[in-house]
């Protein structure tokens, strides 16, 4: 496929690898810290797949686990920096589609079995794309170049634009509903939860999260927000819904910030207990080198909510999700410097894109273990996973 190369390694002996021409880098995956009280997987295998045959037998307990083969297909879709989106199976790493844009991406989200991307631009286009193909279902305009995109659970995409603009939009039709003006210019969209809210960073103040009801009016006022200061440049975001916490990146941090989304404003920092390398006294505001702060620049909740991930320069961190303390579970060492992470819908599988090594590593996110890489022509920036009812690249 034009512009799109693929390499998957072979799970090595040790349970690590990395692909030509980067076998030079092999060492860097083979370091795998996980704390032992925290791990779900340390169990024997053969123990462990027992005690399910017994529960299966005796009828009080869970059936043995789902077998690769049984997993629900999906729709691995990356966005790059040379205006193009790459579709991939999700299970198998193959390639099936790829489409060129007359812009480059700025923004991408997912519905049902569609990708919506915002293009930049002053006009802000946005187009739904099918995850089993690729192939144009709509495309509309919204007026204003665009910021960021999300979606509320009854099913509308929330575009914010970078002059305060913002719009409603259906998901299937991309018709638009209604729209307005924000108090301030957005920055990044992070989550539309089921209440409908909002949450995202304003430009001019970036170190504060903004969590609004979008159908509070036409024109919203300050007394539609609820402002957080996270204290810091926001680099990244993500939410725990069931939760209520929201978790911030912030620049030169060497890990993250949270905060209840309906608390007091009180915010907790969670420090990584990977280093990037110097004293500590530099190790608090990260990494400094030819390119600045070697800042943190990925942040996902995993599917069901119990972990949190971040990468950190070339450190994959992952904390529990738990009031109080967010404990380390453990950490894996990347190639290369980290940035967007994306999950398979049953959390088995995590996929963090590595820009300067033009990859997608694929994690077994139980184990921490490295599956597979996936080579993209050029810059990988945002990805999703779309969970499918028919095969990946078909028409069905």
């Known amino acids: 496929m034009a512009g799109v190369a693929l390499s998957i390694a072979a799970r090595a002996s040790m349970g690590f690898g990395y692909p030509t021409p980067n076998a030079g880098r092999r060492a860097d995956l083979q370091e795998l810290h996980i704390h032992p009280r925290l791990d779900q997987t340390s169990k024997p295998a053969t123990i462990e797949i027992l005690r399910c045959w017994l529960f299966l037998l005796l009828g009080i307990g869970p059936a043995l686990p789902a077998v690769a083969g049984e997993r629900q297909p999906a729709a691995l879709v990356v966005v790059s920096d040379n205006a193009t989106a790459a579709f ?41 794309l099918s995850a089993l193909n690729g192939g144009e279902i709509w495309r509309t305009t919204v007026g204003f170049e665009i910021a960021g995109l999300t979606t509320s659970a009854d099913g509308q995409i929330i575009a914010a634009g970078a002059n305060g603009g913002f719009a409603r939009l259906g998901a299937a039709t991309g018709g638009r509903l209604s729209g307005g003006k924000l108090p301030f210019r957005p920055g990044i ?51 725990a819904e069931k939760h209520g916490l929201i978790f911030a990146q912030v620049n030169g941090y060497n890990g993250f910030k949270v905060a ?22 530099i190790r608090e505001f990260g990494f400094l080198d030819f390119n600045g702060f070697n800042r943190c620049e990925g942040l996902a909740v995993r599917p069901g909510e119990r ?12 904390h529990l999700i738990e009031k109080g ?30 820009p300067d090594d033009n990859a997608i590593l694929v994690v077994d996110a139980g184990s921490l273990q490295f599956i597979r890489t996936i080579e993209i022509d050029r810059d990988p920036e945002r990805t999703i996973v779309i969970p499918l009812t028919g095969k990946a690249g078909s028409d069905d």
């Not at 979008?214 to 926001?234: C, Q, T, V, W």
């Not at 920092?269 to 006294?281: I, T």
């Not at 380390?328 to 959390?347: Q, V």
């Open 325 to 354: 303390d967010f404990p380390a579970k453990g950490h894996m060492r990347m190639p290369g410097k980290g940035s967007w992470i994306s999950f398979a819908p049953d959390g088995a599988q995590a996929f963090v894109t590595v």
């Open 189 to 239: 969209l992070a989550h539309a939860d089921t209440r409908g809210r909002i949450v995202m960073s304003p430009r001019s103040a970036r170190s504060r999260v903004a969590s609004l009801n979008p159908n509070a009016s036409e024109h919203l006022d300050p007394s539609d927000l609820a402002m957080i200061d996270f204290g810091g440049g926001i680099v990244k975001m993500a939410v």
């Open 307 to 318: 972990e949190v991930w971040s990468t950190c320069g070339k450190n994959l961190n992952v």
């Open 260 to 281: 209840e989304a309906d608390g007091d404003g009180d915010v907790r920092r969670v420090k990584h207990e990977r280093s990037l390398g110097l004293p500590s006294l």
């Open 88 to 128: 991939f199976d999700a299970m198998t790493g193959e390639a099936f589609s790829n489409v060129a844009f007359e812009a480059k991406p700025v923004d991408i989200v997912g519905y049902k079995q569609s990708v919506i991307v915002a293009l930049d631009g002053g006009q802000g286009d946005i187009l739904a």
